[in-house]
């Protein structure tokens, strides 16, 4: 059983377009975290959801969004897609004040 | 500044030879201390964690990392590397009081030769 899983696991667009990734977990956690991964590896918070509210937003483009339907899921949808938007996105989820996270594999986004 | 580093961008180590991965914070209260491996095209996965006490916690894979308060260091240990550990390696924190956000080191590169 997967315990955190997205998709897709790659996506190729081009610059302009709006997309999704999706993320669920099935570790009955109830925070989620996206984290954007660069060309160098650094590894970055964007957004956490406790309960379906957002608790971190990080200096992010507003061209992002995510969203939270339930706990066991986090989207994060991307609009006007640019360039550098090009990274590894990976999900993550953790319990409560535990601050031990469990990541997905990730989604690489390629914009051309 | 609040920072994680992790001096070595790069490590090449022969198969059987011990390792060590060094890891430095500066934070003024201790944080929770994680250390993550990401295989090559993988997600990341959770090698072993500090929170309190034992200053010398055990994680898989045959890993081991210790807490020096004295140094803000957390580094990671290995007696003696397989070839399948060959990854990038981050050490990883997260400060009191920031709603659970991991903050990364720059991440090291372990090569393993046979």
């Known amino acids: 059983d997967t315990a955190v899983s997205q998709t897709p696991k790659y996506l190729v667009t081009q610059m302009g377009n709006d997309k999704s990734i999706k993320c669920e977990q099935n570790?009955?956690?109830?925070?989620m975290y996206w984290y954007k991964q660069d060309s160098k590896k650094f590894l970055k918070i964007m957004f956490s959801?406790?309960?379906?509210?957002?608790?971190i937003n990080e200096t992010v483009p507003n061209r992002f969004s995510p969203k939270s339907p339930d706990k066991a899921h986090l989207n994060l949808h991307i609009n006007s897609l640019e360039l550098g938007d090009s990274a590894v996105y990976f999900c993550?989820?953790?319990?409560?004040?535990?601050?031990?996270?469990?990541f997905g594999p990730g989604t690489r986004l390629t914009v051309t | 500044a609040q920072s994680v580093t992790q001096p070595d961008i790069h490590i090449t180590v022969s198969e059987g030879a011990s390792l060590e991965l060094r890891c430095n914070y500066s934070?003024?209260?201790?944080?929770?201390l994680f250390w993550y491996v990401q295989s090559p095209g993988q997600g990341l996965q959770l090698l072993l964690k500090?929170?309190?006490?034992?200053?010398l916690v055990q994680g898989i894979k045959g890993f081991e990392a210790e807490f020096k308060r004295s140094q803000s260091s957390f580094n990671l240990r290995k007696p003696s590397v397989h070839w399948s550990d060959a990854a990038e390696y981050f050490c990883?924190?997260?400060?009191?009081?920031?709603?659970?956000?991991?903050?990364f080191g720059q991440g090291t590169e372990l090569s393993v030769k046979p």
């Open positions: 934070y003024g209260a201790t944080p929770y």
């Open positions: 959801y406790n309960n379906k509210e957002l608790i």
């Open positions: 993550a989820s953790s319990q409560g004040t535990v601050p031990e996270q469990y």
């Open positions: 990883a924190v997260v400060p009191y009081n920031q709603g659970g956000k991991l903050i």
């Open positions: 500090y929170f309190s006490g034992d200053t």
């Open positions: 570790l009955g956690h109830d925070t």
